[in-house]
């Protein structure tokens, strides 16, 4: 039992941090990896969750950076910036303290 929640924290931190891994689809096909790898519905449903906020975090950054156009995107671009920073740390701190939960993004569109 206790591999079990070792390895389910494993996975679903690694779901929630590739987004530090890179900017391109490497980073969006490690959750997608660890989503039909694990029988696990909490690390399946963990990885659905990144795969949400990569999407967001990625049709976020192309209007904002049309918005750049108008100037009021460079402000939102950092506020985005920030936001990619700090969410998928607090999701990583929220698998690792509570590995029986789903971490839930706020405020972000769910299309999985």
Not at 46 to 65: D, R, S
């Amino acid at each position: 039992m206790n591999d079990e929640i070792t390895k389910r924290k494993l996975l679903d931190a690694i779901c929630h941090g590739s987004i530090f891994f890179s900017a391109t689809f490497v980073s969006i096909g490690v959750p997608i990896a660890i989503f039909f790898i694990s029988n696990d519905d909490i690390v399946q449903n963990n990885a659905k969750e990144a795969l949400n906020f990569h999407l967001n975090v990625w049709v976020y950054g192309i209007i904002f950076g049309i918005l750049t156009v108008v100037v009021i995107g460079w402000p939102l671009l950092g506020i985005l910036g920030i936001v990619t920073l700090v969410m998928p740390i607090l999701a990583i701190i929220k698998v690792l303290s509570h590995p029986n939960e789903v971490y839930r993004y706020p405020f972000i569109f769910r299309v999985l």
